[in-house]
Structure formats: structure tokens, C-alpha cells
């Protein structure tokens, strides 16, 4: 929406300094008309990344959100479609008809590069989605900020205690009736030619002490977006939502358990070729 509402005033700009130059009597409009469009698309893309800039720039660092800024949600909605689309991305979804339309649930998927999350919030701009990061993500530039303004929780993977603590702010924020949490239960993005490796048991206790389901996702082609942007090239990627487990079928069990069957459908719907053998 975003995008295209950009375009269309650049276009009217573009034809309006035309007609101020003297229409199209002469050739002149040959390089006016794509001069004035390439600078108001400029000028209305330097206006929304100061319109965030400033958004970040003039809260609190050290806050503590105990609450979803729904602002911050509306600028996502509006921004991460456009960014994406800017990129080249087509994203195809499947099996968004299965998401749960009452109540909380944990949504996990493979992770293969940085951009996953954005590709999340295009797909499921309503569901209020907050991340587990790695602690390292909360002290980026304007985006760890914002992430914190939509309760995002940061995770310090090599601290047993601090992610004990994360885990324990993340069934909080289900049984309070925030936010949803969503996750990548290998920890860490896939490098070695991006295949589905095991998956730290520990984030599943979430939805197990919530009481919620658990909505299990894949991801295929984000590995893909900014090598092909720097070529020009478009990116397909593909979220399938392959299933959501009952809360239900969460009681009796153990974390490891639940573990392997979430990775068992995940290898299933992503192939044998895509799993690692770890």
C-alpha cells in the first residue's frame, strides 16, 4: 500500500512538473518526466525513514515495555511490504487458513537469514507476532528499539539463566494476552547450504506452560533476497503454514518430544535434501 501510493504521487508530480515546464509541446518532458518522478520517489522515501528515524529516536533507550505499541505495529504493516517489495520479493503463502482465529499460540519455522521475521509480518500482519531474538539484536540501530516496542524478547544463548528468563517473559506474555510469540527453534540461522538442524527443546516449554498451540511454519528462498537485490533480481520465497499442534496434544509430554515431532513435520514439508544429518 505503502509503495504504490508512493508511486502514484511521484507519478502526479512527475506529470505536474511537466505541465509546469509546458507540457508536452516540446521534448523536454523526455527527461522531466522521469526527473520529477525519481526525485519525489526519493524525497517521499527519505520522508519515511525519518518519519521512523524519529519515531526511535525520541523514546526512552533504557524503557521497559510492558505493552504492544500499536504504533510501531502500524508502521511495520506499512513499511515491511514496501521494503520487501523494493527488494523483489514475491512471497507465496500457504495454509494461512489454519492460523487460529481465537486465542494465543507459538508460531516456529527454519530460520535462514536475517530478513525471516519481516517476511512473517507481511504474511500475518494482524497477529501481533514478537519475536525471540538474540541478544545482539536489541542494540541495533532503530530496529531494536522497535522490536522491544512490540514486545520482542532477547535471548542470551550462551546463558542458561538469562534464557530461562526469556522463556519464563514469553508465557507471561500468552497468558496476559499481548502478543503471540514467534520463534526459530534451531537458535540460529542455517548456514551450510541452508538445511533444518535439530532444535533447542527449551522454547517449546513456552506453549507447553502457556497452554497454547503451537503453529509450525516453513520458510523457503529468504536466503535469496539481498544477493539476488545486489544483481536485480526478483526472489521468490514460500511460507507454508504446515500445521498447527493442539495445546492438548502438548500435556503429558515431555519438551524434547514435542521437539522431534515439530521437526519431523517441518523435514517432512521441506524434503529429505533440506535436512541436516545432525
Known amino acids: 500500500m505503502l509503495l504504490n501510493l508512493i508511486y502514484v504521487l511521484s507519478a502526479l508530480v512527475a506529470l505536474g512538473v511537466c505541465a509546469a515546464a509546458g507540457g508536452f509541446s516540446s521534448l523536454a518532458w523526455l527527461w522531466l518526466l522521469p526527473l520529477g518522478f525519481v526525485g519525489c520517489f526519493v524525497l517521499c522515501a527519505v520522508v519515511c525513514f525519518l518519519y521512523v528515524w524519529l519515531s ?9 515495555y510492558d505493552s504492544d505499541d500499536p504504533h510501531v505495529r502500524g508502521i511495520i504493516r506499512w ?18 487458513e489454519k492460523l487460529p482465529k481465537d486465542g494465543r499460540f507459538l508460531m516456529v519455522s527454519n530460520h535462514l537469514a536475517d530478513l525471516d521475521p519481516g517476511i512473517f509480518f507481511i504474511t500475518f500482519p494482524n497477529s501481533q507476532l514478537s519475536f525471540i531474538a538474540k ?8 530496529v531494536g528499539r522497535l522490536m522491544r516496542k512490540i514486545l520482542c524478547q532477547f535471548v542470551d544463548r550462551e546463558n542458561d539463566r538469562e534464557a530461562l528468563k526469556t522463556i519464563l517473559r514469553c508465557i507471561s506474555i500468552l497468558k496476559e494476552d499481548k502478543a503471540n510469540i514467534a520463534v526459530f527453534p534451531e537458535g540460529k540461522k542455517s548456514t551450510d547450504q541452508y538445511l533444518l538442524h535439530h532444535f533447542r527443546p527449551g522454547v517449546f516449554k513456552i506453549a507447553q506452560k502457556a497452554n497454547v498451540p503451537i503453529v509450525v511454519c516453513t520458510l523457503r528462498g529468504t536466503q535469496n533476497i539481498l544477493p539476488n537485490a545486489k544483481k536485480l533480481r526478483p526472489t521468490h520465497i514460500r511460507l507454508n503454514l504446515v500445521e498447527v499442534i493442539p495445546a492438548g496434544e502438548l500435556k503429558g509430554v515431555t519438551a524434547v518430544d514435542i521437539a522431534h515431532r515439530v521437526h519431523g513435520i517441518m523435514a517432512a514439508d521441506l524434503g529429505a535434501e533440506f535436512v541436516a544429518e545432525d
Open 79 to 96: 513499511y515491511a511490504p514496501a521494503v520487501f517489495r523494493l527488494l523483489g520479493c514475491k512471497i507465496e503463502a500457504n495454509g494461512t
Open 56 to 64: 526511535d529516536r525520541y523514546s526512552d533507550p533504557d524503557a521497559q
Open 135 to 142: 541478544k545482539e539484536v536489541q542494540d541495533m540501530p532503530i
